[in-house]
């Protein structure tokens, strides 16, 4: 089975502080995404990795960035984190292989409070 | 501009009754959709999914329907069961992923 993993479940930060969401996968995917979840907005794409330290911007990058040293860990950094990113941030891996190749997987979320 | 919408937040129906979820899509482009179920503080998980050049599959409870002249989409559930309360996402495939609509949280009633 695909397992992706975030770092934290629950994180509670202040404004203006540096934030790291880290996320793993276990899959040798080559892609990974990073999204937010808000009532009534459903998922909206933040950041996309193609592959190692490869990036493209989603819909809504603003105030994020990304890393992607390793193939299987993707960071998600909020620079200085604002009230307006208090979300649910989900992580997904897919793979670029058969017939799964449409498939995003995805880790449990990052529910985070910035006060 | 949202690309893939789902109008109905939610939806409420008796156990052993269809649920039938719907969404609609602008972007003649996508070529696979796919439907998530998500559990409160869980990931959504994938459901079932079909590809644009069939009109329907079938997976068990599970059924999906495209209409791809009317860029429409839906999913039958039939029966419904307790377990299938969560909200549910549709999603549309393209270059960059997936698009989400916004999601339609369905209740079963006992």
């Known amino acids: 089975d695909v397992k992706v993993t975030q770092s934290s479940r629950y994180l509670v930060k202040r404004t203006g502080e540096k934030v790291f969401l880290e996320c793993v996968q276990d899959m040798d995917h080559e892609n990974m995404f990073w999204y937010r979840q808000d009532p009534g907005l459903g998922l909206r794409l933040i950041y996309f990795?193609?592959?190692?330290?490869?990036?493209e911007k989603g819909d809504i990058p603003e105030g994020y960035s990304v890393s992607r040293e390793k193939k299987e860990r993707f960071s998600l950094i909020l620079e200085s984190a604002s009230t307006n990113q208090t979300s649910m941030y989900l992580c997904a891996s897919r793979t670029l292989q058969g017939r799964s190749s449409y498939e995003q997987y995805f880790g449990p979320g990052t529910r985070l409070t910035v006060t | 501009d949202q690309q893939v919408k789902q109008n109905s937040p939610s939806l409420s129906v008796q156990e052993g009754r269809i649920s039938i979820l719907n969404c609609d899509y602008t972007n003649s482009m996508f070529d696979y959709f796919l439907w998530y179920k998500k559990y409160p503080a869980e990931g959504p998980t994938f459901l079932i999914s079909i590809s644009s050049i069939k009109d329907k599959n079938e997976d068990g409870r599970f059924t999906v329907f495209l209409n791809k002249s009317a860029k429409h989409l839906s999913l039958h559930i039939v029966p419904s069961q307790p377990g299938d309360s969560a909200v549910y996402f549709c999603a549309a495939s393209e270059y960059t992923g997936l698009s989400f609509g916004a999601g339609t949280t369905v209740t079963v009633r006992a």
């Open positions: 990795s193609y592959d190692v330290k490869m990036k």
